[in-house]
């Protein structure tokens, strides 16, 4: 009997000195992973009593933010509805200060005393989110890396890069798996896809299963970077995979990468990572390659503004770009933290920049300008920029580069270089960029649901793999545009380019015409249609509008006709002289732009009509 009494008095001794209390306050907690990096906590005081969160808001000035009045927190699978607050009225907008800063204090009642991390919602629906909030004071950026196989996680890359796969293939897999990974984050993966002819893949989010898991298949034919965006519309991941056409790999995303992200706006507003953390791993033939290329970006940072001076000519310009590739050159071959794989593959991006810098001086000489007088998108004079490259600096900058090297498929420029004008112009053999270019043609003409033979033939010569994998996207592209009805498109009016604007208005005299310059690929394009599109039935339902869409042949066919089924109005798809033309008349800087025309034909550009507010009040009043 009185051992067993001692027994128990042991037992409870051990509990009472090993357990947990989150009393007291916790500065600066450990946040596992957010939806945005606006809003964080600084602070907690935990009591018998309440919960405080001391929060912060890094935003716009002048902008409005709020606190939606159903905040809550969950501790445990237990929900604490916001109780009151302090600095700020639950429900009302603030206006942010010049500061871009605003403090104040959010209480709710007490939880649990052993209690080791707590979430934050606005809602169960849309809003600020934050998950894992850290009550322990022990929590660090490790938390779920050792979810990850221990191969993957290995610090030894191979010695040398594999030389670039060209093989088609329509199954090369990416089996990816999000590390604390919530249902509340999303049940859609978002993921991009960049190959040798563009990004795809923006638009074709995939389901992910309770465990955090998706799946996505692609057809490549030489290596592709796939990308993990994350989900829908703000939960953001990061980590990336460099695939051979064919193989399976797995790709480990931490989803506390966006917690990072959100203490480190919240503690000093830039965003910096711990030099250990690596928020993806993967496996593959190119596995964990990203990891070793190291904290310095031995790159051109072209648009940076602080890249050249616009008012150079092409010998300065030739000699300034040169002189940089050297010195970063230098830079990367003296940088012992480097592995030999690393090394290898900063020298190829370095060499891409270089191939970019060449072919596209003058609109990175243009930003240059734009930068300076900050005034972007306002006409710019050729003139202005009067950098243009002789046959002689042509051939400095093709001194450097190694035209044959199949590592530049592997670039981070690859997708961007394969324009080989300048080269020939200069009588310079382009090397594989003339397989990019062949490709590129013929990609682009199978995008939309057009066959070119002479471009297939030819890059057949140089890749059969590419060629066939053009070839396999053209039979689908044509396939999903004939299972569409091209009733939908509305022909496009005889008409000499300059004299086509008012052919497409002519018939709706009378009325008031809202004409939408826009494109598929275009995200704040189809942003705006979205919000746009209930108007019509909403605020703006009347017989008396008129909607007219121009888009032009750079949105493929297929997608394109996937799309307007669900725009209520009249569709153009005009060619590039046709476009030109229309951007001329006026004076059209970006999309989406707008054209009002009025009962009388009058046509006026109004590209304040982005503003979705002043886009309804306009309607409104004309009618």
Same mark, same amino acid.
Request: net charge negative; with cysteine; hydrophobic share 40%.
């Given at each position: ?12 001794? &051990? ?46 000035? @002048? ?29 009302? $907008? ?15 009642? #007490? ?41 993957? $996680? ?24 999000? &590390? @604390? ?46 990308? @993990? ?23 480990? &995303? ?134 243009? &490259? ?10 450097? !580069? ?29 090397? !594989? ?46 396939? #999903? ?27 709706? $005299? @009378? ?52 799309? !307007? ?7 153009? $798809? ?50």
């Amino acid at each position: 009997m009185k051992k067993t009494f001692f027994a128990l008095c042991a037992a409870a001794l &051990l509990a009472a000195c090993s357990s947990f209390s989150n009393r007291g306050e916790i500065d600066r907690p450990f946040i596992e992973t957010a939806n945005q990096n606006y809003f964080s906590i600084e602070k907690i005081a935990v009591t018998d009593s309440s919960t405080i969160l001391y929060a912060v808001v890094h935003y716009m000035p @002048g902008q409005w933010v709020s606190i939606a009045d159903s905040s809550f927190i969950t501790a445990d699978g237990i929900d604490y509805t916001l109780a009151s607050t302090e600095g700020i009225e639950a429900g009302e $907008r603030v206006t942010m200060p010049d500061s871009g800063v605003i403090h104040f204090a959010l209480h709710f009642p #007490a939880v649990a005393a052993d209690i080791e991390s707590i979430d934050f919602a606005e809602s169960k629906g849309s809003g600020w989110k934050l998950w894992g909030i850290d009550l322990t004071g022990k929590a660090d950026h490790r938390i779920n890396i050792g979810k990850v196989p221990a191969e993957l $996680r290995r610090a030894d890359p191979e010695d040398t890069l594999p030389q670039p796969v060209v093989a088609f293939s329509d199954s090369t897999t990416v089996n990816v798996h999000i &590390l @604390g990974y919530r249902t509340e984050m999303g049940d859609k993966f978002m993921w991009a896809l960049n190959t040798l002819h563009g990004q795809i893949g923006v638009d074709s989010p995939v389901d992910v299963d309770a465990q955090g898991n998706a799946t996505v298949k692609v057809a490549i034919s030489a290596p592709a970077q796939f990308i @993990g965006i994350g989900f829908y519309p703000r939960t953001q991941l990061s980590g990336s995979a460099l695939l051979s056409p064919g193989e399976t790999v797995d790709l480990y &995303l931490d989803s506390h990468v966006a917690g990072e992200w959100n203490m480190s706006v919240r503690d000093s507003s830039n965003i910096e990572m711990p030099k250990d953390y690596y928020p993806y791993f993967v496996s593959g033939t190119y596995a964990n390659s990203g990891h070793h290329t190291g904290r310095a970006y031995y790159g051109m940072q072209f648009y940076s503004g602080e890249f050249g001076d616009y008012r150079m000519n092409g010998d300065e310009y030739t000699e300034y770009v040169i002189n940089l590739y050297k010195t970063l050159g230098d830079s990367l071959a003296a940088d012992s933290s480097l592995s030999p794989i690393g090394r290898e593959i900063n020298r190829i991006n370095l060499q891409s920049d270089l191939i970019y810098a060449a072919i596209d001086a003058w609109n990175i000489l243009r930003s240059n300008y734009y930068c300076t007088h900050n005034n972007w998108g306002s006409k710019v004079h050729p003139d202005t920029v009067p950098v243009k &490259l002789s046959a002689e600096n042509v051939k400095a900058f093709a001194d450097l !580069i190694d035209f044959k090297d199949s590592n530049l498929l592997i670039s981070r420029n690859a997708r961007d270089i394969y324009d080989t004008s300048l080269w020939k112009d200069a009588g310079i053999d382009p090397g !594989i960029l003339e397989l990019l270019n062949l490709y590129n043609q013929a990609y682009e003409a199978a995008d939309d649901a057009r066959l070119d033979t002479a471009a297939i033939d030819a890059l057949r010569k140089l890749s059969a793999p590419m060629a066939d994998e053009t070839e396999a996207h053209y039979r689908a592209r044509k396939a #999903a545009l004939e299972a569409l009805d091209l009733k939908m498109l509305t022909p496009t009016p005889d008409a000499a380019p300059d004299k086509l604007f008012e052919a497409i208005v002519a018939p709706h $005299r @009378g009325k008031v015409v809202m004409v939408d310059f826009w494109n598929t690929w275009c995200a704040p394009c189809r942003a705006a249609i979205a919000q746009n599109e209930p108007e019509k039935s909403g605020d703006l339902a009347s017989d008396d509008i008129v909607w007219i869409y121009i888009a032009d042949e750079s949105s493929p066919m297929p997608t394109y006709m996937s799309m !307007i089924k669900d725009i209520r109005g009249i569709h153009y $798809r005009v060619d590039k002289d046709q476009i030109a033309a229309l951007r001329r008349q006026f004076d059209v800087d970006s999309i989406p732009y707008y054209v009002f025309v009025d009962r009388n034909g009058r046509a006026t550009g109004r590209p304040d009509l982005r503003n979705h507010a002043a886009f309804k009040k306009a309607l409104q009043k004309a009618l």
